[in-house]
């Protein structure tokens, strides 16, 4: 789980030490202007997966999501698309954060809403995922660990609705 060299779970791994890094270090810090920011390197893991091939798709037959693609050992078969679709679906999410924050972006809100939404993201993609990943019962440890920054996005939503810190 903590063997991060080995991949598919660093991206939890960053946004767990950077959330403790800001967290641990923070005095008056504003989390809205760190919201662009995450989504922005949201959306650079997903290229940077796109370039590399990890975090690739579990084989389909469903043509318009899916390409011919390796997996680890470099066999090719017809797989969901996750890293295009990632890639895709945050940078329309960094764009609709863009226009946000010309309008409401020092909410208090901002910053737990962009956790929430980059999570929502990944959350459906991990079920459409075919790399090796832990599993806990029928479900991907990494589907788990989004589940749970998705819950802990809605509580801070609803904490910031009622205290402005």
């Not at 798709?57 to 295009?84: E, S």
Request: hydrophobic share 50%; aromatic share 10%.
């Amino acid at each position: 789980l903590w063997q991060l060299w080995h991949g598919g779970l660093t991206y939890h791994g960053a946004l767990l030490g950077g959330l403790t890094g800001i967290w641990l270090g923070r005095k008056q810090l504003n989390l809205t202007h760190l919201a662009l920011p995450l989504a922005l390197l949201h959306a650079a893991g997903w290229a940077a997966c796109l370039l590399e091939g990890c975090a690739y798709g579990r084989p389909t037959t469903l043509g318009m999501l899916a390409a011919d693609l390796p997996d680890d050992f470099g066999v090719l078969a017809l797989r969901y698309q996750t890293q295009l679709l990632g890639l895709l679906a945050s940078l329309l999410l960094l764009g609709v954060l863009l226009w946000f924050y010309g309008r409401w972006g020092t909410n208090g809100r901002f910053f737990p809403l962009t956790l929430l939404l980059t999570n929502l993201i990944h959350l459906p993609l991990t079920l459409l995922r075919g790399d090796p990943m832990t599993q806990l019962g029928t479900l991907r440890l990494d589907t788990l660990l989004d589940a749970f920054v998705v819950l802990i996005a809605l509580i801070l939503l609803q904490y910031r609705q009622e205290q402005n810190f």
